[in-house]
């Protein structure tokens, strides 16, 4: 029997149990206003009213934004969007993430010519430059080969982001990943391999056949303003010290063909500027740099849960800093924006994923997501379309019947068979397998990855359709269930683009817009034919 408690004690004990920060977290309970049909009708009314009012904005885009969340699925949005709430200090699965507000919206279909679960090379390419192709390679038809060099040559594909540089606007392109790598690749690049960064990782042959590294056609391919993200390492010679990890070899230069290509591209530009980290990037003000390049980091960025603030940019700052150099242009803008982030694959969605790490993968989609919201703010829907999408997504999903604000990364209530708990999120493959003596590791492990039913090094893509939500000029054809080259196609016709510059539509709103101009000029001779009639009448 133990020993008996005052009273004082007692009220101590209460106190502690309530302030115990060890003490699960109570879950949100909804609103009581939720418990009544009217929360749900009225609700359900406003948004049918404002979809009856919605009416296509059939003008020509002078701007074109594409966001693409590299592995960012459905689930992974639905599980980004309750993530942004919780983070909000609500339960989450009421929140709005920006790009849900767009209001045209279609699925695509993301298989390649050779693969039924795509790749980020074969994806971009045919969401960049309107045809499907091969896996693995950038920029080139399907008659390609895969690591065969002479097949790029008559194969070349060109993108929208080269087509808009063509046709007078600026360009520029933002990545949390390497902007050598397979997204951003695809914007600029014609490679029969997707991990040619530099010479250095050409085969022999490949050179001799007369192919060029990703990063040298980074430099001499089109006219690029604006290039923020990873890849350092690629574009300097080798054992040239990284100015930010000097003493570090491993983050040295690798070209063997001795070229700066970043020295190159600033004697190349006039009004070029090249920075390395946040301090440089927010010194870009003058109004003459009209083209910037900024290189964060030797290859990837970093995880935006593990991003020194005060060093490292965030994907809303480029986007920002983007935007406000290439609206400079009378002629408008197109702008790629990918956030991609596990070191074998592609963004930093994807690569979180792919190392079954799911709140580094769900932080990234949020952070895409804001710089979604602030691209709103600095842009008009009234000449800018902006687009969202994914490449592909991932064999991620969340269950478990968890009961309404249960944190996102929480446990299932009932614990499996083999009596463990187990994680609402869940991959169908990847790191998060391990079995021992028959059961799994405990969740509340630190590090801990998400389990997942097949043991693979990394994590899979998966080859459901992904999302296509848009707002702006020309939106509304964004609709129904497409291939995903027509991505790249909706968007050339709406900013009157190649193939589509000789469109009846396209001549019709250069007419307008020299009418505006002259549109003076018919209201006056009106004026002179009625002074004329007046005098002679008179």
């Known amino acids: ?23 699960p977290p109570a879950l949100l309970l909804p609103p009581d206003a939720e418990k009544t049909p009217s929360y749900w009708n009225e609700g359900a009314r406003r948004r049918l009213e404002s979809a009856l009012a919605l009416q296509p904005v059939a003008r020509r885009a002078k701007n074109i934004i594409l966001f693409m969340g590299d592995g960012m699925g459905l689930p992974t949005m639905s599980a980004a969007r309750i993530y942004k709430g919780q983070l909000a200090g609500g339960s989450g699965e009421e929140s709005v993430l920006a790009m849900e507000t767009f209001p045209h919206v279609a699925l695509a279909k993301t298989y390649t010519i050779d693969r039924q679960v795509p790749d980020s090379a074969g994806t971009g390419t045919a969401y960049l430059c309107g045809v499907k192709a091969n896996a693995k390679t950038l920029g080139l038809s399907g008659a390609a080969v895969y690591g065969k060099c002479r097949t790029t040559f008559g194969n070349e594909v060109d993108s929208i982001l080269h087509r808009a540089r063509l046709a007078g606007k600026s360009v520029g392109i933002v990545t949390t990943t390497r902007v050598q790598h397979a997204s951003p690749g695809a914007a600029y690049a014609h490679s029969a391999s997707r991990s040619w960064y530099a010479d250095a990782n050409m085969p022999k042959e490949a050179l001799r056949d007369g192919c060029k590294d990703i990063a040298y056609q980074l430099v001499h391919n089109t ?36 070229l700066d290509l970043i020295a190159e591209w600033l004697n190349a530009k006039q009004g070029a500027r090249y920075v390395w980290d946040k301090k440089g990037l927010d010194a870009v003000q003058d109004d003459s740099v009209s083209h910037l390049m900024g290189l964060f980091e030797p290859k990837d960025l970093k995880y935006e849960l593990n991003r ?121 493959n990847g790191p998060g397998y391990s079995i021992r003596d028959g059961s799994r590791p405990a969740a509340s492990l ?93």
């Not at 990284?242 to 690798?254: L, S, W």
């Not at 702008?335 to 963004?347: Q, T």
Request: hydrophobic share 35%.
């Open 223 to 258: 006219d690029i303003n604006v290039i923020l993200g990873g890849g350092r390492m690629y574009m300097t010679p080798k054992r040239t010290p990284d100015p930010e990890y000097p003493e570090d070899p491993a983050q040295n230069g690798t070209r063997k063909d001795g």
């Open 446 to 538: 630190p590090d801990y990855r998400q389990q997942a039913a097949v043991p693979l090094e990394t994590e899979t893509h998966s080859g459901e359709d992904v999302v296509v939500l848009a707002q702006g000029p020309m939106a509304h054809v964004f609709h129904g269930v497409q291939e995903q080259h027509y991505i790249a196609h909706a968007m050339a016709y709406a900013a009157c683009l190649e193939p589509y510059a000789t469109e009846p539509g396209c001549r019709a709103a250069r007419r307008a817009s020299h009418g505006t101009q002259c549109s003076s000029q018919p209201l006056l001779a009106l004026l002179a034919l009625c002074v004329a009639g007046h005098v002679v009448g008179g």
């Open 308 to 428: 020194n603030a005060s060093t490292d940019p965030s994907i809303v700052e480029m986007t920002e800093k983007a935007i406000r150099i290439l609206r400079r242009n009378p002629n408008g803008f197109f702008l790629f924006v990918e956030d991609d982030r596990v070191p074998r694959a592609g963004g930093r969605i994807d690569h979180g994923h792919h190392s079954g790490r799911a709140k580094q993968a769900l932080m990234e989609a949020v952070m895409l997501d804001r710089a979604v919201a602030r691209a709103g703010e600095l842009t008009s829907p009234s000449d800018t379309l902006t687009v969202v999408t994914a490449d592909h997504s991932h064999v991620f999903t969340f269950g478990g019947n968890t009961l309404r604000g249960t944190s996102i990364f929480g446990l299932a209530p009932k614990k499996a068979k083999d009596k463990r708990a187990y994680t609402s999120i869940l991959y169908g």
């Open 1 to 23: 029997m133990g020993w008996p408690l005052s009273p004082g004690t007692c009220l101590l004990l209460c106190l502690l149990a309530q302030l115990c920060p060890c003490r």
